[in-house]
């Protein structure tokens, strides 16, 4: 009998790739989406055909109850956030609830329904915040810098506290940043992707940016979705931080993204004051040094591999004629 997964978040970047490879394994996928109006299937659209969808909500513990008793998984992925942190500052209790007592009502409806079932939840390098040491491991003391880091911060330690309290498989992944040609619109990864397609089609002729020396450890999501599914297939539940552990700075992505078109990016770039966050976070760097050696987990695409990926995605997209196909 195949083994059944049950993600939340399965719409966004991660749950769609996160769809793909336990599909690949044989599983049985199913996924909670919320009731709007107007539904956002489109990084799922190619596997609609084989999986099923299951109404339910975060702030609505009884809808997960419901859930979970029906589809009965071996192993839940949370991966469903309020995950744009510029827009916690603007809606700080939202963000709470989604990502505080979201988790919370995940882990109590596991408890209630089945104690058995693996629990993987999606903690964030923005939990490191001012970080008090470089690189950051598993060990490295917490210091939230926005609403959003502390919010996961809560959700992180509420998971270990529900691990230790009922003896329930729960895993906390403490990714650092990933991204991919699916990736929102508002992050600047895929700002500074989409901006350069624009630029080099004549379709735009600047991009706004804030700190161009904020650095961060980018990968393809791809690649950490394989690390959530190797956390659950341990023997024993634990933490693991996941990265790349090479940093770079907006700067640098900005350089490598025109530079794949064969553009000065100074000539196209302007820095916007408004867009620097109130309380920066400057050098977010993970050692997954331990991911490496448990898991046996590598990343595949490199930095540049990863930006080339996501330009060609969007020139594409855009109706551009260049670059390779994308891992999209």
């Given amino acids: 009998m195949p083994r059944r997964a049950l993600i939340t978040g399965i719409t966004g970047q991660d749950g769609s790739y996160l769809a793909e490879l336990l599909l690949e394994k044989g599983y049985?996928?199913?996924?909670?989406?919320?009731?709007?109006?107007?539904?956002?299937?489109?990084?799922?659209?190619?596997?609609?055909?084989?999986?099923?969808?299951?109404?339910?909500?975060?702030?609505?513990?009884?809808?997960?109850?419901?859930?979970?008793e029906r589809v009965q998984p071996d192993e839940l992925y949370n991966l469903a956030a309020m995950s744009f942190v510029p827009a916690s500052w603007d809606q700080p209790m939202l963000t709470g609830e989604f990502n505080s007592q979201g988790v919370t009502r995940i882990l109590d409806a596991i408890r209630t329904v089945n104690?058995?079932?693996?629990?993987?939840?999606?903690?964030?390098?923005?939990?490191?915040?001012?970080?008090?040491?470089?690189?950051?491991?598993?060990?490295?003391?917490?210091?939230?810098?926005s609403p959003y880091g502390v919010s996961k911060v809560f959700g992180h330690?509420?998971?270990?506290?529900?691990?230790?309290?009922?003896?329930?498989?729960?895993?906390?992944?403490?990714?650092?940043?990933?991204?991919?040609?699916?990736?929102?619109l508002e992050f600047v990864t895929r700002k500074v992707s989409d901006g350069v397609a624009?630029?080099?089609?004549?379709?735009?002729?600047?991009?706004?940016?804030?700190?161009?020396?904020?650095?961060?450890?980018?990968?393809?999501?791809g690649?950490?979705?394989?690390?959530?599914?190797?956390?659950?297939?341990?023997?024993?539940?634990?933490?693991?931080?996941?990265?790349?552990?090479?940093?770079?700075?907006?700067?640098d992505l900005v350089e490598t993204a025109f530079g794949h078109v064969g553009l000065d990016w100074r000539s196209h770039v302007r820095v916007d004051p408004a867009l620097i966050r109130p309380a920066e976070v400057d050098h977010l760097?993970?050692?997954a040094s331990k991911a490496r050696r448990v898991l046996g987990w590598e990343p595949?695409?490199?930095?540049k591999g990863l930006v080339e990926m996501m330009v060609d995605a969007d020139l594409e997209r855009l109706g551009g004629r260049e670059g390779r196909p994308s891992r999209a």
């Fill in 198 to 221: 624009r630029i080099k089609l004549g379709l735009a002729d600047t991009l706004a940016l804030g700190n161009l020396d904020a650095c961060r450890v980018w990968g393809f999501a």
């Fill in 28 to 68: 049985e996928v199913s996924g909670i989406v919320r009731r709007t109006s107007a539904p956002n299937l489109s990084r799922i659209q190619h596997l609609l055909d084989r999986i099923s969808l299951h109404p339910a909500d975060l702030l609505d513990q009884l809808s997960l109850i419901r859930v979970i």
């Fill in 115 to 145: 104690p058995a079932i693996r629990l993987y939840q999606a903690s964030s390098s923005e939990m490191f915040g001012k970080v008090r040491e470089v690189p950051q491991t598993e060990l490295t003391p917490f210091y939230p810098r």
């Fill in 157 to 184: 330690y509420i998971t270990v506290n529900y691990r230790e309290s009922y003896g329930l498989f729960a895993c906390s992944g403490i990714l650092f940043n990933h991204e991919s040609p699916r990736r929102g």
């Fill in 285 to 287: 760097i993970g050692d």
């Fill in 223 to 251: 690649d950490y979705v394989r690390a959530m599914w190797l956390m659950l297939q341990q023997e024993q539940p634990d933490d693991d931080v996941v990265a790349t552990g090479v940093a770079h700075s907006v700067r």
């Fill in 300 to 303: 595949t695409v490199d930095f």
